[in-house]
């Protein structure tokens, strides 16, 4: 492998989802499992339809545009791309291309993979029309129209990765930032995001800043999740080699081809000698339309703190452990509870112990998201500050928590009407102590030989007052009247 360097480029497609719309019809963007439920004329490519933009759309593409520190161009435009397949009812496609400029060119984003920084360049980001959706079948193949007009996002990378590691984590990164800023959900299960890998290799020994230096480029169209994004460059990169090895490589011609599951192979569609010509031109029934600076102020003013900012923070700020800020930043919702605990007085790690335990462990049990519960921001502060204060103790409070959440009752009321107030005072923890010393004194000789009663001690008096005495005090105390006898 140290022989040879590999270069992989990605075209990531991203559906937008947080549209009301499609990007050129009326029809809903939402999912469905009914085929051919969410269409309008336009997006069967009937006569005498006519486009509309929907300036969400755009905006959510200006939105990613801004995140990846592109470049934003002064006017709109949008373009038809010729070809005929059976999912395209209109013969073309309204796209965007380089000339006139797409809503993000020349930008940059920085990732992290196995807990390194890395940075990817970014050659452009453009905002076009889905395609339908084809099932083929032995005999017929079936046709899903849901999916035609769907605002989607094609990002281009430069071909900055150097395995599939960088990659998944990219595509990760990416999904991150379309979640966080409420692009699109980016569900993979949906069909929202498709992923194009190119890969090729080359000898170390060469100069990769020369393009002719590169290897012949393989692409590999439509793989529909990271697991397999993964798996194809792996499997890629090892046939690549292995034709260098046995001398085919130099003869091997640019292609496409397809990721196969069962056989866990790319599989050869196509040559791709000859660029195909589509014949671009201006989109004539949508005019050009200017990008105004202060639009641009606004989306910036929208998009929020992304991931890998937060994780920063978490770590740097507030001593978090990699492991809990990468589980606490995972998603958007999850981050932004936490971040209100902590304004609102919590201890960022007592607050970080709870979300990545106790919320976290109760919301992946039940298959929930943080919305679909009654515990808020400040109920989980008002639990952490009643142990802090001594009101409850540490078991007490994992009670209190179930509570909260499964009776819809304020943490203060359920520690009011459950009697689940902790006994700090040392004068009747001591006399519950000394009855149950009293009651066990064979087990003194014990303790002073080594052997371990003291928690049978501790669990004694946590027996007596059912949970309620201080942990702390109760341990002292025992200590105490032990070494008195």
């Known amino acids: 492998m140290d022989k040879y360097k590999v270069l992989i480029g990605l075209e990531m497609h991203c559906e937008i989802s947080e549209t009301n719309t499609k990007v050129f019809s009326s029809a809903a963007n939402t999912y469905t499992d009914i085929p051919n439920s969410n269409i309008r004329p336009v997006d069967m490519g009937f006569p005498g339809t006519l486009p509309v933009v929907n300036k969400m759309a755009v905006e959510k593409a200006l939105m990613a ?20 397949y059976p999912d395209l009812p209109k013969g073309f496609q309204i796209t965007q291309e380089t000339k006139p400029a797409p809503v993000g060119i020349y930008g940059e984003l920085k990732y992290e993979v196995n807990s390194e920084i890395k940075k990817v360049r970014i050659n452009n980001i453009h905002l076009e029309e889905d395609a339908a959706s084809s099932d083929h079948y032995s005999k017929y193949s079936t ?4 999916r035609a007009g769907v605002p989607l996002l094609e990002l281009v990378t430069y071909p900055d990765f150097r395995n599939a590691d960088e990659a998944v984590a990219f595509l990760e990164a990416m999904r991150s930032i379309y ?9 993979s299960r949906k069909g929202q995001i498709r992923c194009d890998v190119n890969v090729s290799i080359m000898d170390s020994s060469l100069d990769e800043a020369k393009e002719e230096n590169w290897g012949t480029k393989v692409e590999i169209k439509n793989v529909n999740s990271f697991g397999g994004v993964r798996d194809a460059i792996n499997y890629e990169i090892e046939r690549q080699i292995e034709l260098k090895r046995t001398g085919q490589y130099d003869s091997m011609e640019q292609q496409t081809r397809r990721w196969d599951e069962e056989s866990m192979s790319t599989i050869y569609m196509r040559s791709k000698v000859d660029a195909i010509d589509y014949k671009y031109f201006v989109e004539p029934n949508i005019p050009k339309f200017k990008i105004s600076s202060e639009w641009i102020e606004k989306i910036k003013s929208m998009i929020p703190v992304f991931a890998l900012e937060r994780k920063e923070k978490y770590i740097n700020e507030y001593g978090l452990s990699n492991y809990d800020a990468t589980i606490l930043v995972k998603e958007k919702s999850i981050s932004d509870f936490y971040d209100e605990t902590i304004f609102l007085g919590a201890d960022p790690k007592l607050s970080s112990n709870w979300m990545t335990t106790m919320v976290l462990g109760y919301l992946n049990k039940h298959e929930l998201n943080i919305s679909d519960i009654y515990l808020t921001p400040k109920m989980l502060v008002d639990i952490i500050k009643m142990i802090e204060e001594g009101k409850i103790s540490s078991k007490q409070s994992k009670d209190v928590f ?13 520690v009011s009407e459950s ?67």
């Not at 979640?179 to 569900?187: K, L, P, R, V």
């Not at 179930?402 to 359920?414: A, G, Q, R, T």
């Not at 700090?424 to 052997?451: F, S």
């Open 143 to 146: 046709i899903n129209y849901n």
């Open 65 to 84: 545009s801004i995140a990846l520190n592109c470049k934003q161009p002064e006017y709109i435009y949008f373009e038809r791309k010729n070809y005929y």
């Open 419 to 485: 009697g689940m107030k902790q006994i700090g005072d040392e004068d009747t923890i001591r006399k519950i102590v000394v009855e149950v010393i009293e009651a066990h004194l064979e087990l003194i000789e014990d303790y002073r030989k080594g052997k371990n009663v003291f928690d049978f001690f501790v669990g004694q008096v946590m027996k007596a007052t059912r949970g309620q005495a201080n942990p702390g005090i109760t341990a002292r105390i025992i200590k105490e009247e032990i070494d008195k006898r």
């Open 179 to 187: 979640q966080y800023a409420g692009i699109s959900e980016a569900d």
């Open 402 to 414: 179930y509570k909260v959440i499964e009776d819809e009752k304020e943490p203060s009321k359920v």
